[in-house]
């Protein structure tokens, strides 16, 4: 028998397939406006120069944001950067712990593949219950929201902040 490889804590991968076009994920992905449809609560995207962009515009490399979740106070914001943009199918920013989040959009077999790889995840006991488990769960429901929402325009989250400890916060 050969080895078996123990698993990676350091990455996971993620893929969701969508009826839609390859241009409606990656709006939903890379514009503030489309963030707000299935994910945040509110996008902030400014540029380098410090200007916010409009809420249907295409969000940039280097440039810097500001999410807001529903069912959390505006005192639990995440704040990180845009790492590449392409304006078509590829988007990468930090995220937890600045871990770089990768999203590829692609066709398969006739529908749209959202794959998400978010990568450089501390692997230490404390820090791998948060980042590991606690992201791609969260990551789980928010790609599965995307496709309800891209595909027939269901919001699963949980938008009501007297409704505590829901998966869909």
Not at 68 to 73: A, E, G, I, K
Request: net charge negative.
């Amino acid at each position: 028998m050969g080895q078996v490889t123990p698993p990676d804590f350091s990455q996971f991968k993620l893929r969701v397939n969508i009826k839609t076009a390859i241009e409606n994920a990656y709006k939903a992905w890379a514009t503030p406006s489309g963030l707000e449809s299935w994910f945040v609560r509110k996008a902030i995207f400014t540029d380098e120069k410090g200007v916010a962009r409009a809420g249907d515009e295409l969000i940039k490399g280097n440039d810097e944001y500001l999410f807001l979740f529903h069912s959390y106070p505006d005192s639990m914001e995440v704040k990180g950067s845009v790492l590449k943009t392409n304006d078509k199918n590829l988007f990468s920013f930090t995220f937890s712990k600045k871990c770089p989040v990768s999203i590829s959009i692609y066709p398969e077999q006739g529908q749209t593949i959202v794959e998400l790889f978010e990568s450089n995840l501390t692997t230490d006991d404390e820090t791998f219950r948060k980042t590991y488990v606690s992201d791609s769960k969260g990551w789980i429901f928010y790609l599965s929201n995307l496709k309800s929402i891209l595909e027939g325009g269901i919001d699963l989250r949980n938008k009501d902040e007297a409704i505590k400890g829901v998966i869909t916060a």
